[in-house]
Every structure is written in structure tokens, then in C-alpha cells.
């Protein structure tokens, strides 16, 4: 059980929230589903984390970094964080409620 | 949506109202519909957001505003098809165990209008008592307001001061040989038997003469108002400067420039109209009676619980705050208490007349103009702080409950003219004495409605105490004057209708007479103590 716990600590870290924007919603057409994801985490780290938390099978991710916006504070230009995006698509008939999170 | 009757008793209505989830659903789905284009949410442009998104996110807020435009709705509705008529705000409540997903069920219950055929407002004949101004009695209060503004005169030097001569004094007062505050004066002028010094003072100066010097040991009173000085003796060194006796005013022009008048005829005239203002609130007060009585007797109909009982409460509440101002306020509490059902029946009575009124109102398309209304406004504004006259202004635009207790009053009053207008009028000339014998009489003779003729004339019919206030300073001024005097008068009234009907001859005779100093007094601006007690014994 405290196993269990521990790797689910880990798969929460990798995941960190869902991505729901129109774009997500025509992702979610093609059965998938768009988290946003830490910025190191690996495709199938990924996988065993959307796997592990939502009971789902998947069949492909797809991630991209979303390199953060520059920008000035008076007049002293910084950099907006990063962001990695997965693009997770699930098998046919599973699915997840994006909104209710986890 | 389904109805079904669960009470009809009277004029009481109960309802049961089932909604079928479906079709809250599908008000639900509509109102997303409506509600989507307008959305905003990050990620989306604006009114892109999907419809099961939105319903995910304002759901809740949505369900809870659709179930309450449904209960609205399905009881307007059945108001609508069971063409009833309520009397008050329906009760409507949802039952218990309503969820979102289930079948609402919705107890209404409700009291209707009774069915009142309007009543025929032709051929009502009314006596229009005119009180013609005596003469004597302007020159009576021109008296009165003489003797309040006496002058007084040096008398000789050897004129001992008697009651009713005016003395100027020096005094110094002191307690147990010690000067107290406020104890000292000079050159002070004192009208012997007036009464405005202490009590026992005056009496001790009473034989003085000029250039006398006398102490004076007096006792301060129990309920002094000064605190520190109250129930102690005091010794006042009291020198006279000076001993006046008091002339006799004339009435002339002379007189009538003192108070600010351009002549004495000025000042007649002055009176008169005042005393022609007064008879003539008097007289409107026994026709709008007569006339109340009359559309009383012609009609009998079931008057709606509900509007009785709120209109009790509101005679119940004025009762007990003119108890608690009594001095013996629990016997007054309780001589009330006892007369509960008198003052049900004139809260009855009220909403009767009130109901009979308004109906002969629409009938004959009696009106008010929104500048009528805007001057009520104004007028109702007054009682407010300039700051808030505004946010008052704005409130009554928002709240159409509240502009309806101020159009009350003056619909009314309309309505009233209306009648008057159409009810055939005969003049007769009587004394003022005969008129509020007129009042009183109709008063005793509707033995256990008495009262109740009280409450109309007053507010004739089943209106809000603020309105009340309205009521009489818009249009009706002349009724002012007896509704605010039947107020404390009511309750004496009352213990009054229970003494033998010899013992009420003389006493309404004293009333009468009483009621003619009051208004005398009015010009010396010293009306409020004497109309007390007059009201009282009225």
C-alpha cells in the first residue's frame, strides 16, 4: 500500500494539470486528452502516470514545450517559465473527464 | 406540470405543483443556450466555450435560477388558468427533498379577492355639514392671543405686587449658605401666578413693592430637572426693582404690527381662515364617515384572512406604543387587551372598505398621474435628510411595493372625490358643536362598530401606517387634523363608549368646548400642550 502511495506521489508530480482551452476541445475529438505536464518529464512517464491516475489505456503521447514569453519589467527584460504540454490519446471506448481533476 | 387542488375553503386556495424533471432539464438546456454566446473563460474566445463545458461550470447557479423562474412561472400560470385573484403574496414553497434530477413539487397557498360586484356608486346621498364662522369666536381668539402678548406697566411706587403683576428681581439662591449654579439672575422679569418658577416662589412675593428686599425659602421639587438641586431647600435673597401691573391689550392695528401683520383686519382674517381650514377637515371627515358607511351597509362580503390579520397587527402595534406611553401603561396594555375583538372587527372593517374602494376605483377608471405621483414623492422625500432624499427618490422607483403604499392614501382620497362628486350633496348649515356631535354620533350608534368608524375616517381603509402619513399630507391636510387628534383619542374613546350614555353628554360637551381653545391657542405657537389634553378627552 505505502508502495503504491509512493508511486502515485511520483505520477502526481509528472501530471500536473489539464490543459482546457478550444484547441484541447478538438483534441479531445480524436480521443485525446491535453495535460499540462512537468517540464521534464518523458513521454513514457508520461504514459505510466495517465495510466496510473485515471485508469485509462493509452495509446500515444505527444508532448511540445511552449518556451516561455520574454518579457520587460521596468524596462529589465525575464523570461516567462516554460511549459510542456502531452497530447496523451487514449484507446478507443476510454476516457477522461478533464474538468472534475484529480 | 401538473395541478391539483389541495384546499379550497373560503377564500383560502392551496395548491399542489408538480414540475417533471424533464422539463427543468430542458429550461436548463435552453437557458445554457442563451447563456453561452456570453461566456468567458481562459483558453476559449469569447462565446466559444462548448455548451456541456458551461454547464460544468455554472451548473449549479443555472439549476437553482431555473427551478425558481419555474416556480414563478407555474404560479403565474396557475393564477392564470384558475383566474384567481390574490389578495397577498402567494406562499409558495418548494418541499422538502427537492434534487437536482427529480420531480419538483411545489405548495402554493394563497388567499383570493372575494368577488365584489362593483358596487352602484350612483344615488348615494350624503349631508354636507357646513360650520359657518362665528364671529364671536374669531373675537374670542383674538382675545386669547392678546392676553399672551400683554405689556405691562411701572405701577406706583408704593403698589404692592399681586397676583398676575409682573415684578423685576434680582435673586441670588444659595443651599445651605452656599451659591449654587443657575441660582442667580438680575434684572429678571416674573409674571406672579404663572407658575414658571419654582413652586411657593411666586406666593412669597406676593405683596412686595419696589425697592423691597426679602428671602425667599423654598423647596426645590422631587422631579426637579436639575438633579443636584432636586428635593433640596433653598434660600433666595430676592431684591424687587420694580413693580408693573399688566395693561389691558386693544386689538388694533397697532397690536396685529407687533406680531408681524400688517393690519388688525389682516389678522382676522388670519384667524378665520384658520378656523374655516379646521371645520372644514371636520366636515370632510363626517361626509367621507357618511360615505363609508354607506357602501359599508350595502355591502357584506368574505374579507381574506390574511389582509385582516396583517392590518390587525399593524393596529395592534400603534396600540401598544401609545400604551407604553401612558403613564399607566400596563392598565392601558390591558383595557386594549380586552377590546381585541373590537379592533379586529375594525381592521376588518378596514380592509372591506379598502377593497370596495379600490374596486369602485377601476371600475370608474379613477386615476393617478405620475405628476401626481412624482409630487407624493416629493412630498413623502420631505421627512428625509436632503442626503437621502435621493436614494429615498430611487427607492421608490425600484420598489413597487413601496410606490404602492404611497399611491394608496391618494388613490383613495380619489376615489373619495369621485364619490362625492357623483352622491347627491345637500348643504346644512350647523354649528361646530353640532357637527362633532354629528361625528360622535354616528360613532356610538354603530354600537360595536363604533370604533371601527373611528379607524375609517382615519385611514379609511386598509392602508400602511407610512402611508398614513402621506395620506395626510397630500391632498387631504384638512385631515390631518382629526386623524392625528383620534390617535391618542381612540383609546379614551374606547373606555369612553362603555360609561352610561348620560355620563358621555357632558363629557363630549367639555370636548367640544375644549377642541375651540385648542386652535385659539394656535397663533401664540403654543397649540401642542393644550391640544393634548383636548384630544384626550374627546
Redesign the interface.
Known amino acids: 500500500m505505502a508502495k503504491k502511495q509512493e508511486i502515485d506521489a511520483r505520477h502526481y508530480d509528472v501530471i500536473l494539470a489539464p490543459?482546457?482551452?478550444?484547441k484541447?476541445?478538438l483534441a479531445s475529438e480524436n480521443n485525446a486528452v491535453v495535460f499540462k505536464v512537468a517540464n521534464d518529464a518523458t513521454k513514457p512517464q508520461i504514459r505510466d502516470a495517465v495510466e496510473a491516475l485515471f485508469d485509462v489505456k493509452v495509446t500515444g503521447v505527444n508532448t511540445i514545450v511552449t518556451k516561455g514569453k520574454v518579457k520587460r519589467w521596468r524596462g529589465k527584460p525575464y523570461r516567462r517559465n516554460d511549459m510542456k504540454k502531452a497530447i496523451v490519446t487514449l484507446k478507443d471506448g476510454d476516457s477522461i473527464d478533464v474538468?472534475s481533476g484529480i | 406540470m401538473q395541478i391539483t387542488e389541495t384546499a379550497n375553503e373560503g377564500l383560502k386556495r392551496a395548491y399542489l405543483i408538480t414540475i417533471p424533471a424533464s422539463e427543468i432539464d430542458d429550461r436548463i438546456k435552453a437557458e445554457v443556450k442563451r447563456i453561452a454566446p456570453q461566456v468567458r473563460m481562459p483558453g476559449f474566445r469569447p462565446g466559444k466555450v462548448p455548451a456541456n463545458l458551461v454547464r460544468k461550470m455554472h451548473g449549479e447557479q443555472l439549476h437553482a435560477q431555473v427551478v425558481n423562474d419555474t416556480i414563478q412561472s407555474s404560479v403565474d400560470e396557475l393564477m392564470k388558468d384558475k383566474g384567481l385573484r390574490p389578495a397577498m403574496q402567494p406562499t409558495v414553497a418548494l418541499k422538502d427533498g427537492y434534487d437536482q434530477g427529480k420531480d419538483a413539487e411545489i405548495d402554493v397557498s394563497l388567499e383570493i379577492l372575494p368577488e365584489i360586484d362593483t358596487p352602484d356608486v350612483d344615488g348615494i346621498k350624503l349631508e354636507r355639514l357646513v360650520v359657518p364662522v362665528d364671529e364671536s369666536a374669531i373675537d374670542e381668539t383674538l382675545q386669547r392671543i392678546a392676553d399672551q402678548n400683554k405689556t405691562f406697566k411701572d405701577a406706583a411706587k408704593t403698589k404692592k405686587a399681586a397676583e398676575g403683576d409682573q415684578v423685576i428681581i434680582d435673586f441670588v439662591g444659595s443651599i445651605d449658605g452656599v451659591e449654587f449654579e443657575g441660582g442667580k439672575a438680575e434684572d429678571a422679569p416674573l409674571v406672579l401666578g404663572s407658575g414658571t418658577f419654582i413652586p411657593g416662589f411666586e406666593d412669597q412675593l406676593t405683596g412686595v413693592k419696589t425697592g423691597d428686599e426679602k428671602v425667599v425659602k423654598v423647596t426645590f421639587p422631587e422631579d426637579y430637572q436639575a438633579e443636584h438641586l432636586a428635593g433640596k431647600d433653598a434660600e433666595f435673597a430676592v431684591t424687587v426693582k420694580a413693580v408693573k401691573t399688566a395693561e389691558d391689550s386693544k386689538i388694533d392695528d397697532e397690536f396685529a404690527k407687533s406680531l408681524g401683520l400688517e393690519s388688525a383686519d389682516k389678522l382676522r382674517e388670519l384667524v378665520k381662515a384658520q378656523m374655516e381650514q379646521e371645520t372644514a377637515g371636520l366636515t370632510r371627515t363626517q361626509m367621507k364617515r357618511q360615505l363609508l358607511d354607506a357602501l359599508a351597509a350595502g355591502h357584506d362580503f368574505a374579507v381574506p384572512e390574511g389582509m385582516v390579520d396583517a392590518e390587525f397587527e399593524q393596529i395592534w402595534q400603534q396600540l401598544m406604543q401609545e400604551a407604553s406611553r401612558e403613564e399607566d401603561s400596563e392598565a392601558a396594555v390591558k383595557e386594549i387587551e380586552s377590546e381585541r375583538d373590537d379592533y379586529r372587527r375594525i381592521a376588518e372593517r378596514r380592509v372591506r372598505l379598502g377593497l370596495l374602494l379600490s374596486e369602485i376605483g377601476q371600475a370608474n377608471g379613477v386615476q393617478i398621474s405620475n405628476q401626481e405621483m412624482s409630487m407624493l414623492m416629493q412630498q413623502a422625500a420631505q421627512q428625509y435628510r436632503p442626503e437621502d432624499r435621493e436614494r429615498f427618490m430611487q427607492f421608490i422607483q425600484n420598489e413597487p411595493m413601496a410606490a404602492a403604499q404611497l399611491r394608496a392614501p391618494l388613490y383613495e382620497d380619489k376615489v373619495v372625490d369621485f364619490l362625492f362628486d357623483k352622491a347627491e350633496i345637500e348643504e346644512r348649515e350647523v354649528t361646530r358643536e353640532e357637527l362633532e356631535a354629528a361625528i360622535e354620533a354616528e360613532e356610538s350608534t354603530e354600537a360595536e362598530a363604533a370604533k371601527a368608524k373611528k379607524a375609517p375616517a382615519k385611514k379609511a381603509a386598509a392602508k400602511k401606517a407610512p402611508a398614513k402619513k402621506a395620506a395626510a399630507k397630500s391632498d387631504d391636510k384638512a385631515d390631518e387634523k382629526p386623524a392625528a387628534k383620534k390617535a391618542p383619542a381612540k383609546k379614551a374613546a374606547a373606555s369612553d363608549e362603555k360609561k352610561p350614555a348620560a355620563k358621555k353628554a357632558p363629557a363630549k360637551k367639555a370636548a367640544a368646548s375644549d377642541e375651540k381653545k385648542a386652535p385659539a391657542k394656535k397663533p401664540a405657537a403654543k397649540k401642542a400642550p393644550a391640544k393634548k389634553p383636548a384630544a384626550k378627552k374627546d
Open positions: 490543459h482546457i482551452t478550444e484541447a476541445t474538468t
